[in-house]
């Protein structure tokens, strides 16, 4: 097979270490780009305000993984926001949590959403579900990450209550409830068919948790390594081979199982 033009390289060491900020090369076509994409791929994780108060008990911190937060500043609605749910998962006098329906994805793919009457909209999956959950493939084609699954799960609860998204985007964090010593978040993907892109862990970094996503079935050269995929839409945690430091390692999307479809992998890094 031939490969085509585009490939995407990226390396966790070069400037985060000293200035906290996630740089990616891209090379198109042979011409190399340099671009911050600190708000697309590079997240700073951060716990949420009523995580360090305890001012909120009733949200489940021992059951959360990822997560993506942001407090509208203005009492909730809570009837209006159950509208946005596929289903509830649980309520009381001044909170709910319920699942949201991303399209194109299956059922187990789809995050939690806790609700409180003060403000807090909080998007998350549990803490036994892998973080690449949050690469939001329905509107992936290649290119720069413009969303995440929980920034579609935020949005749509603040329509459901009459807010406009927009005004509170800025201010949406991220944190990983079962790692709170890890301070960064790096999600890579592409997609296309025989397209592929490299990955660095330097040997100064910590890692707490490597996961991957991939849509559309196919097959996916990691390494030297051929693996299979069936269905429409995969996730698990990488395996150690492929997170040895200070190396590179190479992701190819080889063939698709279903004739002229087009495949996607996704790669998240949680660390510090």
Known sequence: MKLKGKVLKVSL??????????VASVVWHGKTFNKNWSSNLGFSLTSPAFAQTGEIPSFPADEAGISAYVNVGQNIDLKKAKTAFTGLIDEGNDYVIGTFNIEGLPEEAYPHVYIN??????AYYTKISPSSLIMQWSVYRGGPIVTTTFIEAISKICLAIKINFSTVENNVGYYHFQYPEATKMLLVADYGNGDFFTYMIPMNVTVYEASWSHYGGGYVKIDNNT???????????????YMTPDKVHTVTMMSSNYGGSVQGYAVTFIYK
């Open 13 to 22: 060491v070069l400037v985060v270490l000293i200035v906290g900020v996630v």
């Open 227 to 241: 693996e299979s995929f069936s269905g429409d839409f995969n996730f698990g945690n990488l395996k150690d081979t």
């Open 117 to 122: 009457q003060s403000g807090w909209i909080l």
